[in-house]
Structure formats: structure tokens, C-alpha cells
């Protein structure tokens, strides 16, 4: 999910709630968020870093 990168400018820095509830309309597992936020993130990280490496 590529928007995972998208977090509050101010406060916690984290996704909104709209990032949390498209994950779960997506069958994902969001029981732990912060767990999940962190994972995706370093999932859309490896990605666009291969791709940027081509």
C-alpha cells in the first residue's frame, strides 16, 4: 500500500484512520497497528528501492 507513507504532518506522525480501515476493506491483518504500519512500510520501502535501482 503505497500510501503508508502518507502520515500526520503534526502529532504522532502516523497514518490516519482512512490508511487502517482501506488495509482491513483489504483483507489484511491490522489486529496490531503499529506492527502493521511499520511492515508495510518496509515492504513499499524494498520495493521502490529495487525499482529505483533499475
Known amino acids: ?3 503508508v507513507v502518507v ?3 503534526h502529532g504522532d506522525m502516523e ?3 482512512g490508511f487502517f480501515e482501506l ?3 483489504l ?3 491490522t489486529k ?3 506492527r502493521f504500519w511499520i511492515d508495510e512500510l518496509k515492504k513499499v520501502h524494498a520495493y521502490w528501492s529495487v ?3 533499475v
Do not use: F
Open 15 to 17: 497514518p490516519g484512520p
Open 32 to 34: 496490531d497497528l503499529l
Open 27 to 29: 483483507g489484511r491483518d
Open 23 to 25: 488495509a482491513k476493506h
Open 7 to 9: 502520515v500526520h504532518k
Open 1 to 3: 500500500m503505497l500510501s
Open 51 to 53: 525499482k529505483a535501482a
